[in-house]
């Protein structure tokens, strides 16, 4: 068990990890949008309701599954708060509500991730948050192995 001591608790997630988890998420709001607005013509009401659910799944998500989304769980991601144990309310809707509006309207903000030592693009470094991959290292350590005689 010593050999895995060697390997980090935590990896931070990198650009194309982040960014298919993403598109993964996309793909679900898609759904989700033709599903509950099919009815609705095209304007104001059904944008404004479109930027409401697009917003409202990623506060919820993240906040009720422990900082993942469904394209986070798919991937093995989560998004962690260097100050917090569990993300707060507030982190959650300061990073989910204003930084995924902004990076939706300045896209290219989010390639800091590439950048930046811990893999954070603007708003995480305002929330003191990032995106990890869950260590499967450590997980494999935690079971016992049984030796053949």
Not at 65 to 94: A, H, P, Y
């Amino acid at each position: 068990m010593e050999e895995f001591n060697k390997y980090p608790k935590i990896v931070y997630a990198g650009f194309w990890m982040r960014f298919f988890a993403y598109l993964l998420d996309l793909i679900l709001i898609g759904s989700i949008h033709r599903i509950m607005l099919f009815f609705l013509k095209e304007g104001v009401v059904k944008t404004t309701l479109s930027i409401i659910i697009f917003l409202t799944y990623f506060v919820l998500m993240t906040k009720l599954n422990q900082g993942q989304t469904l394209g986070k769980m798919v991937f093995g991601l989560r998004v962690i708060c260097f100050k917090e144990d569990k993300l707060s309310w507030s982190t959650v809707l300061v990073r989910e509500m204003f930084g995924r509006y902004l990076q939706k309207i300045i896209w290219p903000l989010y390639l800091l991730v590439v950048f930046t030592p811990y893999k954070q693009h603007v708003i995480d470094m305002l929330t003191d948050t990032s995106v990890v991959t869950e260590n499967y290292i450590s997980l494999l350590c935690s079971f016992p192995t049984t030796e053949s005689s």
